[in-house]
Every structure is written in C-alpha cells, then in structure tokens.
C-alpha cells in the first residue's frame, strides 16, 4: 500500500505562487507514474499534471501550461506542483495521486490517492 500526503495549499491573492508537495509512503514511487488533479466546486475533478516515471515525460492542462511545474525527487518520495501566477480559476482542491502501471491510465483507474489539500486564490 501507498499512502500520499499533500501539503502546502493555503489562500493566496491571484499572481502569487504556491509550491504543493505530495509525499508518498509505504513503498517507494519511484517506478510509478504521479500526477495532480483538481477539483473545483461544482466541477469535475481534471488533471493538472502528470510525470512520468523517470520524469522524463511531463504533461500539463491547457488551463495550467507555462505556469505550473511538476517534478519529482525520487529520493525522498516526493512529487511538487509549482503554481505561479495563480489565478482565481485555479480554486480547487488539488490532489496527489500515484500509479504503478507501466503505461498511463485513465484518472479514475490510478490506484493511489492523497486527501488533498485547497487552493484558494482571491482577486
């Protein structure tokens, strides 16, 4: 079993940055894919951001590109999400999830999940 932990969410005014960090627990990710999702109120949750396993690969939402950065530290476990210039649309409750498949499944078939932690971004 994995368990993710993310921290680093807060209240924010729009053009600040915030950095999440999802540490993971129980057996090392290294191997697995990790990603960000959100979920807004009244919304579907999305993804925001995914990295491959050797973070070789990274993908981000049309909402968040050149704006948010994943990236991973293998050695301690732990995936960020730097968010800059963070608008009032990025309100949401972001979380970490991890999955251990060799190819990229979709969202609701990765196996591991954070509780997540809330963004809120004022004007």
């Known amino acids: 079993q994995v368990q993710l932990v993310e921290s680093g969410g807060g209240l924010v005014q729009a053009g600040d940055s915030l950095r999440l960090s999802c540490a993971a627990s129980g057996r090392t990710v290294s191997s697995f894919h990790m990603g960000w999702f959100r979920r807004a109120s009244g919304k579907e949750r999305e993804l925001v951001a995914r990295?491959?396993?050797?973070?070789?690969?990274?993908y981000y939402a049309g909402s968040v590109k050149g704006r948010f950065t994943i990236s991973r530290d293998n050695a301690k476990n732990t995936v960020y999400l730097q968010m800059n210039s963070l608008k009032p649309e990025d309100t949401a409750v972001y979380y970490c999830?991890?999955?251990?498949?060799?190819?990229?499944?979709?969202?609701?078939?990765?196996?591991?999940w954070g509780q997540g932690t809330q963004v809120t971004v004022s004007s």
């Open positions: 999830a991890a999955d251990p498949e060799p190819t990229v499944r979709p969202l609701n078939q990765w196996a591991y």
């Open positions: 990295i491959s396993r050797n973070s070789g690969f990274t």
